[in-house]
């Protein structure tokens, strides 16, 4: 025990602590600009808690951070007691341009203490001018409609090498070449449809390992032991081949390396794409001593493509809202011969190459003639899918007896090949309509909603007679005495009946009531949705709203030109052209955000409305 001790004291006493120092340190000498590093500070010999870090430099950069960690140890050697304390601060620094970035010095504040370090020095590399290659993006074509795709070709044209070298692939170098191209990485912007980058870029992985990495896409190492993968391998970036033609540049043979994604926009706008950029080694000619590799940094600028609705000139009645290159219509009714007044189911199948999202059912009730021959119920339509297009079912009835014509169909789309309107039409239905007396088209039901099924009700009569063998006695009638019970009986029926029928008419108001509270809270509910809104589309939701409860108008399905032909006849003609903007923008589906200014003009127009 007494020994125990004493090593013990020898140790207290020959025990020292490191003498705090700091260092500075980062994991590359050369960089690109906007290409991120780490810099690392590490701090030993000191228990203090680092309080501040200054840095005197030279260049612009952004620098993030710190992730601190802190490591201690403590080791006995020769019965004196050694305590190492380390910790270490990382930055992310990005290089925000070309040149030299200098880490003069680096001052650290742990406690009382200020500790300092020369730190190190990057080689910044900027896109400069130099005539070994160019990269550059094109849109083909720059202007495009609704739902008609477009290419975005990002194209690397690089100097070849001089004879007898010039078939010579410049780009074998390790690592390849970096190409960062925006509008291939992360999420599109809303409206806008990307292409498969799997099935676009897996048939370009090169099996040599040269070409060019694109956004750092890599797979891990394939480093093997005799005990399977290393799991220690680290990840390699994909190196892609991209086609290759002859080219010149600036009078001299070039080669010229392309990547071609094809995008489809939904939504009217600008889109921008890039700019994107290329990072890396290039071979510029071939010594003796092996082959001579300069490192070039070069952008290409952004392109944008411009996406449009069809021109309103020459725009037909019939247009179904949709673009393509083809459209086919048929219809038919499910009987050949029936009734005035009968109920017929009328199907309308609408198929072709165009983006079926964006369809909308025929208007049957607009078609000349439609409404004096037949009642068309369009407020029923019922939509279901079929190969490439949609299938709408209506209810009609015919008014008119005598052999006719349920009238051809008409539907137009923008051809994005012609661009003009197109308009195909179904075959008229021949129908034998059989005439019914005295009956009146007037009295026929205008709302779905509305049908009755007075043809399915009888008339139900009691002839039933006595079978035969069965006699039947009857006996003497007497005088019935007056009762409670007789007496109740005599008013509980009119008075039931009078019960009933209240009850009855009242039923029959309650949709009217109903209709008639909508109508009052129309305003204050669409004022109320107004300045919540976030979008343009929740602006038009709040109007649709409005006009569906104040006027019974079914908003939700009209064009901007249909309200234009709707609101004078509903709101003051000032107004619209403060509605009309909005109305165009959900038309468009154009999802930006509005400004105070614009719910302030909706709700006073809303609150200007007549009816």
Not at 33 to 47: K, P
Request: glycine share 8%; with cysteine; hydrophobic share 45%.
């Amino acid at each position: 025990m007494v020994r125990f001790w004493g090593v013990l004291a020898a140790a207290v006493a020959g025990f020292r602590a490191v003498a705090a120092t700091v260092s500075v340190s980062a994991d590359v000498a050369q960089v690109y600009v906007q290409d991120a590093f780490t810099l690392t500070v590490r701090v030993e010999g000191t228990q203090a808690e680092v309080s501040e870090v200054a840095f005197d430099k030279v260049g612009e950069a952004v620098m993030e951070g710190p992730s601190v960690q802190m490591f201690q140890n403590t080791s006995i050697v020769n019965g004196k007691v050694t305590q190492h304390i380390s910790r270490t601060l990382s930055y992310r620094v990005t290089p925000q341009e070309a040149g030299e970035l200098a880490f003069r010095r680096v001052s650290v504040r742990c406690g009382g203490e200020t500790l300092s370090a020369t730190g190190p020095v990057i080689r910044v590399i900027g896109a400069e001018a130099q005539d070994v290659l160019f990269v550059a993006l094109s849109s083909s074509p720059e202007s495009v409609l609704v739902d008609e795709p477009f290419d975005v070709t990002l194209a690397v044209t690089v100097r070849r090498l001089d004879a007898p070298n010039d078939g010579f692939d410049p780009f074998q170098v390790e690592p390849p070449g970096r190409l960062a191209i925006p509008y291939l990485d992360g999420v599109p912007p809303q409206g806008l449809t990307m292409p498969d980058l799997n099935a676009l870029l897996q048939p370009l992985v090169s099996r040599r390992q040269f070409g060019f990495s694109i956004n750092g896409i890599a797979s891990r190492g394939t480093m093997s032991s005799f005990f399977g993968a290393d799991p220690f391998s680290r990840s390699v970036a994909i190196a892609f081949d991209l086609p290759r033609e002859n080219a010149t540049w600036n009078g001299k043979a070039a080669w010229t390396y392309t990547l071609t994604a094809r995008f489809t926009a939904q939504i009217e706008g600008t889109y921008t794409f890039g700019p994107a950029s290329f990072k890396g080694g290039v071979i510029t000619g071939i010594r003796r001593n092996g082959a001579q590799i300069d490192d070039i940094y070069a952008i290409a600028p952004a392109v944008s493509v411009r996406v449009t609705p069809p021109t309103l000139e020459g725009r037909p009645p019939s247009y179904a809202g949709v673009l393509g290159q083809s459209m086919a219509a048929t219809s038919k009714l499910d009987a050949q011969t029936c009734r005035q007044g009968d109920l017929l189911q009328l199907t309308v199948d609408v198929s072709g190459q165009f983006n079926v999202a964006h369809l909308r059912p025929p208007a049957l009730s607009s078609i000349p003639g439609m409404e004096e021959r037949f009642r068309v119920y369009d407020d029923s339509v019922r939509s279901s899918a079929i190969p490439d297009g949609r299938r709408y079912a209506y209810t009609v009835r015919p008014l008119l007896a005598g052999t006719q014509e349920f009238p051809a169909i008409p539907l137009s789309y923008f051809d994005t090949e012609a661009r003009a309107y197109k308009t195909v039409a179904t075959e008229p239905i021949p129908l034998r309509v059989e005439a019914v007396a005295e009956f009146d088209p007037a009295s026929i039901i205008r709302s779905a909603s509305a049908r009755d099924s007075a043809e399915g009700l009888l008339s139900v009569h009691s002839d039933a007679t006595v079978p035969a063998g069965i006699t039947v006695t009857l006996g003497t009638l007497r005088p019935l005495a007056p009762t409670p019970a007789f007496w109740l009986a005599i008013f509980a029926l009119p008075l039931g009946t009078l019960a009933v029928a209240g009850c009855v008419a009242l039923a029959g108001k309650l949709p009217a009531v109903r209709r008639r509270v909508r109508r009052i809270k129309a305003l204050s509910r669409a004022t109320a949705e107004v300045r919540h809104a976030a979008t343009a589309a929740e602006l038009w939701q709040a109007v649709q709203g409005y006009f569906r409860d104040r006027y019974g108008v079914a908003a939700e399905t009209l064009s901007p030109d249909d309200m234009a032909r709707l609101v004078p006849a509903a709101i003051a003609p000032s107004l619209l052209a403060v509605l009309q903007p909005i109305f165009d923008r959900q038309y468009r589906r154009d999802a930006t955000s509005v400004t105070d200014a614009d719910r302030a003009a909706i709700e006073h127009a809303l609150t200007m409305a007549k009816g």
